[in-house]
T-cell receptor
Framework: RKEVEQDPGPFNVPEGATVAFNCTYSNSASQSFFWYRQDCRKEPKLLMSVYSSGNEDGRFTAQLNRASQYISLLIRDSKLSDSATYLCVVNTNAGKSTFGDGTTLTVKP | NAGVTQTPKFQVLKTGQSMTLQCAQDMNHNSMYWYRQDPGMGLRLIYYSASEGTTDKGEVPNGYNVSRLNKREFSLRLESAAPSQTSVYFC????????????FGDGTRLSIL
């Protein structure tokens, strides 16, 4: 079993839709959590951190469920420019970062 | 600021050839990393350097060596390239091993024939 698992998708949604991705992790010692965005043939870039209480940044909301060991990313009012691959990253206290394989989102007109 | 700069951006090698991928960061970060990303997969850590003067193996170190030349530069060497090493290689840096975000370079697309 992979340490960090994501549904690869693809998720194909119309503009304006709400879409949610989940990411599960197996290491209960994981301490910090992040979502990165990666455009086709580009480098990953940090989208947002995930805090225990949940956090929001504009149309994006991230949630953490420690009991069930998953994090989620919700995108509201999807834009064409949201089309990308979304990677979840899980860190341990020792600084080990594990990347998920990513979920591909395509937003269509 | 350039951030993280990788060279070259593209390279084609023959099996058995050697080469070094270069990475430099201008953000005064302590930690640097080398990842590989195969099609449809996430990033896998090859080696990292938590601070100048130290290097450690990551998840997939076999077939690679690294050098942390100074605080700015972290190179990755393939001594005898194999087709299984065909991948996109990303260098990244962060303030410390436990700090996010990691800032990534543009990547090196490496094909081994």
């Amino acid at each position: 079993r992979k340490e960090v698992e994501q549904d690869p998708g693809p998720f194909n949604v119309p503009e304006g839709a709400t879409v949610a991705f989940n990411c599960t992790y197996s290491n209960s010692a994981s301490q910090s959590f992040f979502w990165y965005r990666q455009d086709c043939r580009k480098e990953p870039k940090l989208l947002m951190s995930v805090y225990s209480s949940g956090n929001e940044d504009g149309r994006f909301t991230a949630q953490l469920n420690r009991a069930s060991q998953y994090i989620s990313l919700l995108i509201r009012d999807s834009k064409l420019s949201d089309s990308a691959t979304y990677l979840c990253v899980v860190n341990t206290n020792a600084g080990k970062s594990t990347f998920g394989d990513g979920t591909t989102l395509t937003v269509k007109p | 600021n350039a951030g993280v700069t990788q060279t070259p951006k593209f390279q084609v090698l023959k099996t058995g050839q050697s080469m070094t991928l270069q990475c430099a960061q201008d953000m005064n970060h302590n930690s640097m990393y080398w990842y590989r990303q195969d099609p449809g997969m996430g990033l896998r850590l090859i080696y990292y350097s938590a601070s100048e003067g130290t290097t450690d193996k990551g998840e997939v170190p076999n077939g690679y060596n690294v050098s942390r030349l100074n605080k700015r530069e972290f190179s990755l060497r393939l001594e005898s390239a194999a087709p299984s090493q065909t991948s996109v290689y990303f260098c990244a840096s962060s303030e410390s091993r436990t700090a996010q975000p990691q800032h990534f370079g543009d990547g090196t697309r490496l094909s081994i024939l």
